[in-house]
């Protein structure tokens, strides 16, 4: 579920609570999270609709002027049920203190080491330490970029890079990827060979 970033600073403010989308299915599911730029949102309720359930109140909730504003936008799609989402802003995302941490003990360099030997077990092929370096000596590198120089599929890469991100190693940047601290350290552990992936 994305939002426009018009809103993230009244989401993360607490001013907009709401959502409504059409899905053929939905995207999240009470008691979830869900993380975007500003942060990781608690997700409390998602409950199907109609259009007429919708109150001017509701609207404005959901950051628009009104009711008629938000009845426009969600005509562009036709498709799929409607659904309500309430939601409220849960802090920052964990893998920000994460990432930001470069001063690793070696039992955490160790598991990370087996975390991504797992990954690339999984993928049949070695290939968390070449995009790691390759970040770390490209910063800003868009991920097509970084899949023709170590061919690989961009559609295989994309998912692999969050990932990394999902271990505090790199960071999305608004265009490309960088290594973090805690990614840094990651790299010197392996190249001190303290980490074997």
């Not at 790199?170 to 074997?196: D, F, H, K, N, Q």
Request: aromatic letters at 4%.
């Amino acid at each position: 579920m994305l939002f426009r970033t018009a809103l993230l600073d009244r989401i993360k403010a607490g001013d907009v609570t709401l959502a409504f989308r059409r899905w053929k299915k939905p995207t999240v599911k009470p008691g979830g999270r869900l993380r975007t730029a500003v942060g990781e949102l608690a997700i409390d309720s998602v409950a199907r609709c109609e259009e007429s359930d919708i109150s001017e109140r509701d609207a404005k909730t959901a950051g628009f002027g009104g009711r008629d504003e938000l009845l426009a936008e969600l005509a562009q799609r036709s498709e799929g049920d409607l659904y309500r989402i309430a939601f409220r802003f849960a802090g920052a995302d964990p893998r920000i203190a994460l990432r930001d941490r470069g001063d690793l003990t070696a039992a955490e360099t160790d598991a990370i080491g087996a975390r991504l030997a797992r990954l690339d077990a999984s993928a049949g092929r070695r290939w968390t330490t070449a995009v790691l370096r390759h970040i770390a000596d490209h910063e800003g590198l868009a991920a097509r970029e970084i899949a023709a120089a170590l061919d690989i599929g961009t559609t295989v890469l994309k998912p692999n890079i969050r990932k990394l991100k999902e271990l505090g190693l790199t960071e999305s940047l608004e265009v490309g990827y960088r290594i973090s601290p805690r990614g840094a350290a990651v790299i010197e552990a392996l190249r001190l060979r303290r980490v074997r992936p």
